[in-house]
């Protein structure tokens, strides 16, 4: 007769398998903390819902007049998925149910892109997806020598010491970057033209809660005219994405962004 062999109890496996998992979720959480820090960020009004992260889009990019709206958005989607990385391979399908557009359109926007050179696409035997090679990331181009910052020159003068400006001035106090939420590509309620003007509000606000730019400015650096401007914000209002407050004929009109990204205090 064979010996009885006694099973622990469901209960006890599953606590068993809790407290094995303890130390890789705690190592988990204390990677994502560090993370957070050293991007040094925190999300004004993100829930978990809205909470998913941010884009680095160099702004030198994201104005450059070439691009139609959806190639803005196209290479901003690309940017979500290589995370300051300057390879990523999330496929055209997955980049399309994203960003909730048809593949054709992903397809369409990336040989655009990779003919103005913001990426170049590696193709792989079989079924394995393309290799998507991202070109001028943030974190490469702060990286790089030919961003280098150029020593501050000093001057004494009467009125004591006074700085001038660079005569070479860095990438990032040339031109910068928009930190944008990952979350706008996902809504289903505006298009890629109001995400165009939601990013440029962002790039006057830079960490603050309000920015007021006119409205011609806005379509001057978007190469829209300011009734579509308007029809932009509106939608922008009404998906809660900003709200606008009219300040008389000859004020602009002042925006109060949400969802934006702000630096964390102490940093």
């Not at 011609?216 to 029809?231: C, H, P, S, V, W």
Request: charged fraction near 25%; glycine fraction near 6%.
């Amino acid at each position: 007769m064979r010996p009885l062999i006694k099973w622990p109890n469901k209960r006890a496996i599953i606590f068993r398998i809790m407290d094995e998992l303890k130390p890789i979720a705690s190592g988990l959480q204390s990677r994502i903390e560090k993370l957070k820090t050293d991007q040094n960020i925190i999300f004004d009004g993100a829930d978990v819902f809205t909470d998913t992260g941010y884009i680095q889009y160099p702004k030198f990019v994201f104005f450059d007049r070439r691009l139609s709206d959806t190639q803005r958005s196209c290479y901003g989607v690309i940017l979500h998925y290589a995370f300051n990385h300057s390879r990523t391979l999330p496929g055209q399908t997955e980049i399309a149910r994203f960003w909730g557009v048809h593949r054709n359109t992903v397809s369409n926007s990336m040989r655009a892109l990779e003919a103005l050179g913001y990426i170049d696409t590696i193709k792989r035997h079989g079924r394995a997806k393309d290799i998507i090679s991202i070109s001028h990331t943030v974190s490469e181009m702060l990286a790089s020598n030919d961003y280098a910052p150029t020593p501050i020159k000093f001057s004494s003068g009467k009125l004591g010491v006074s700085l001038s400006k660079p005569e070479n001035p860095d990438f990032k106090s040339t031109h910068g970057w928009i930190e944008i939420p990952a979350f706008i590509y996902t809504m289903r309620n505006i298009n890629d033209s109001d995400r165009s003007v939601y990013g440029t509000l962002l790039s006057y606000a830079y960490g603050k809660e309000t920015c007021f730019p006119k409205q011609a400015t806005i379509g001057a650096r978007l190469g829209k005219n300011q009734r579509t401007i308007e029809d932009n914000i509106a939608k922008l209002r009404k998906a809660k994405l900003l709200e606008s407050e009219q300040r008389g004929s000859q004020l602009n009109n002042i925006y109060t962004l949400k969802l934006r990204v702000n630096k964390s205090a102490g940093k």
